[in-house]
């Protein structure tokens, strides 16, 4: 019976292969969600597609469910960025991001020490759940930063799956650690600045010194949220292109600068609170099936 589900599942893909590239059927088929019958875990099935999908771009879903169409692969090496360990095939990404990360290198690189970015994972070929790492960076509008400042721009394939990035912080986050510097807080202020992006994952205790430093316009600090890890790297997300259909954006971050919600943050990591007796255990949840992701993901998959 689950067999019979997936053969007319595949075929069901198959006859909406060809039909994508006009918008009335774009439109449509944007509307459907989450009507396959795909029982396949859908990070086994976009962790080995290679090569991205032919057709229009297009962001299908929500970060953390979804997929994209159409990306493009930022290429691994330009005069102001590289991308780094290039054997994850995560140098993917909708072009609003490719030209974003091209913009923002070039500003990074007229900071001193910084002779670009060196550029971690964004998506894969077809975006969707991946066999390690992130749960989000599924549409191709997630990508993250080293905060490793590029000091040369000609690091071999093998060098870049050799170096790593450093980290920022010190006393889990709460603070940042001498290799935290004004270059940083530039290169982040011009990143949130940018109106392509809706929100920057930054671990706490950095929000918080910039929250310090922060002269004039304070408007760009709201898109710093404070969240674990991300101390080796920030994380960028982009906004869906304006009317994109069956691209999900989230909630846009709280009003205001955000600064008194980071100092809770490190509050809460200098004085943890005592474990909440009444708190119910994290209910274990399965892996991403192809079907739980928008039905069009499963026609992606197929081009
Ligand atoms: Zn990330």
């Known amino acids: 019976m689950v067999r019979i589900s997936i053969a007319l599942a595949f075929i069901a893909a198959l006859s909406a ?7 009335s059927q774009t439109a449509k088929a944007s509307v459907s969600t989450q009507g396959s019958n795909d029982n396949r875990v859908a990070k ?9 999908s032919a057709g229009p771009s297009q962001s299908i879903g929500g970060y953390a469910r979804g997929c994209q169409a159409g990306a493009m692969q930022l290429p691994e090496t330009g005069s102001t960025w590289q991308a780094m360990r290039l054997s994850r095939n995560r140098n993917w990404a909708q072009p609003v991001t490719v030209d974003y990360i091209q913009d923002l290198s070039r500003f990074a690189a007229t900071q001193s020490g910084w002779s670009g970015l060196y550029v971690g994972d964004m998506s894969q070929p077809r975006g969707g759940p991946m066999l390690t790492g992130h749960a989000s960076h599924q549409t191709g509008l997630d990508a993250d930063i080293w905060m490793l400042p590029p000091n040369r721009l000609n690091l071999t394939a093998a060098e870049r799956e050799g170096i790593s990035s450093i ?7 709460a603070y940042t650690n001498a290799s ?9 202020k011009a990143a949130a600045s940018d109106p392509r992006v809706a929100r920057i994952f930054l671990f706490p205790g950095a929000k918080v010194e910039m929250c ?3 002269t004039g316009d304070r408007s ?8 674990w890890g991300h101390h080796y790297h920030f994380h960028v997300r982009l906004n ?9 954006d989230q909630a846009p ?5 955000g600064c008194a919600e980071a100092q809770g943050w490190v509050d809460r990591i200098l004085n943890p609170p005592p474990p909440d007796p009444n708190a119910k255990p994290a209910t274990p949840r399965g892996p991403l099936l192809v079907a739980q992701l928008p039905g069009q993901c499963g026609r992606v998959i197929n081009h």
């Open 253 to 257: 971050p709280p009003p205001g600068d």
């Open 167 to 173: 980290t920022m912080q010190r006393a889990n986050g």
């Open 220 to 227: 760009w600090l709201r898109k710093i949220r404070p969240w």
């Open 240 to 248: 869906c292109r304006a009317g994109a259909a069956g691209c999900e």
């Open 180 to 188: 935290w510097t004004p270059q940083h807080e530039a290169i982040l």
């Open 17 to 23: 292969c060809g039909g994508e590239n006009t918008p």
């Open 44 to 52: 086994e099935v976009f962790g080995r597609i290679a090569t991205s």
């Open 212 to 214: 310090k430093n922060a």
